[in-house]
Structures are given as C-alpha cells and as structure tokens.
C-alpha cells in the first residue's frame, strides 16, 4: 500500500484572520472552504489557480504557541511576472525579503515573509 495523492498541506497560526487575508489579497487564492473541526480547530482552505492541493490554515490554540523555526519549511508559487507580483505584494505591506535571483536554469526566484514566520517562494520560470 501507498499514498494515492497529496491533499493539503496544514498551517497552524496565531492570527487567523491575517493570514487568511495575506493568503487571499496579497497571494489571490481561493479560499475553499471554511469551518470548525470536530475538536475545535478553526480551519480555512485556500488553492491556488491550476492547483488540486489545498493549503490548509488552522487556529487551534489548544495546541500551544504557534513556533516555526527559521528556514524550516515553505510554500512555493509560480507567478507569471514576478516584478509585477512584487510591486502588489509591497503594496499591501509585505516587500520581498530575498531576491529576485536568477537560476541556472534562467528562471527568477524570490521570497517574502508571509505572517507568524513562515516564507513563501516565488517562481517566474524562464
């Protein structure tokens, strides 16, 4: 036996309504669904455009302080034009925090600091 597909990936935060709205305004996902889990969760999922993964926001303070260790994990998104999506994004309160770097392979690279310390990636593929 073995795993079929990946489903979503979970993010647990302090913040639920900041996150959901850097997720949806400064990132322009969808968000998919909205509800309390069972146990108390508070559960936001986003997808991105040509995406079936969800991306999965949880508050559930039960579990404790929200600490993400630094260069730990990330999400990474490929944008069509990565200057225009850096200008949209430092609009509203979020500039890149590294790059943009070109590849190897010729595409451009760059991160920004989504809330409560995790990082999202950003790809413009040559």
Do not use: N
């Amino acid at each position: 036996m073995r795993v079929t597909r990946l489903l979503h990936t979970r993010y647990r935060v302090h913040d639920l309504e900041k996150t959901v709205h850097f997720y949806r305004e400064v990132l322009g996902l969808e968000e998919v669904q909205r509800h309390r889990s069972p146990r108390g969760s508070e559960l936001v999922f986003f997808k991105a455009p040509h995406s079936d993964e969800l991306i999965e926001i949880c508050k559930f303070d039960a579990s404790g302080p929200v600490q993400v260790g630094p260069d730990l994990t990330h999400l990474a998104f490929e944008v069509s034009d990565l200057a225009a999506f850096s200008a949209h994004a430092a609009s509203l309160g979020y500039p890149l925090s590294d790059g943009p770097t070109r590849t190897g392979s010729g595409s451009l690279i760059a991160f920004l600091d989504a809330p409560e310390g995790y990082e999202v990636e950003l790809i413009q593929r040559s």
